[in-house]
């Protein structure tokens, strides 16, 4: 009987955590413009929304306060900062209507995040149709 009740929850347990989505975790994001890692975000949902903020800069790291900021933000380290903000579930693979900021401008775009694969996110940037910004891709950090 142990066994079982022990299996059930178990079941229980692996299906409310596949139910929050392949989006949740630590991500390495890959700059759009030198190809390389800049840092490590945690994706996560908050109040029926999905966020991203930067837990951790890499050494290619060029922009660690973001100088180019208004109001809150401005001059405030990037590392524990929220970038992504306000995503809506759309499918199992897709996210949209939210925005994410971009600490080397201060700016602020609407985006779309695209589960490619189990390993990767294609994220994309942009103001106001998706043909007008620019993309990037994160990869999951094991």
């Known amino acids: ?20 989505g392949k989006f949740a975790g630590v991500w390495q994001n890959i700059d759009d413009e030198d190809g390389k890692p800049k840092s490590h975000i945690q994706i996560y949902e908050e109040d029926g929304e999905l966020k991203a903020k930067v837990i951790k800069l890499l050494p290619a790291a060029t922009v660690k306060v973001c100088t180019a900021c208004t109001g809150d933000l401005k001059n405030k380290p990037i590392e524990g900062m929220v ?4 995503m809506k579930k759309e ?15 201060g700016k602020t775009y609407d ?9 990767t996110i294609k994220l994309r940037g942009f103001i106001g149709i998706s043909i007008m910004g620019k993309t990037q891709y994160w990869k999951r950090v094991k």
Do not use: R, W
Not at 4 to 9: E, G, I, N, R
Not at 11 to 20: E, K, P, R, T
């Open 83 to 86: 970038l992504v903000k306000n």
């Open 91 to 105: 499918s199992e693979k897709v996210y949209t209507g939210g925005e994410i900021l971009n600490p080397k401008n």
């Open 1 to 20: 009987m142990k066994l079982l009740s022990t299996c059930l929850a178990f079941f229980v347990v692996s299906i409310s955590l596949s139910g929050q």
């Open 111 to 119: 985006c779309t995040m695209t589960l490619k694969d189990e390993n």
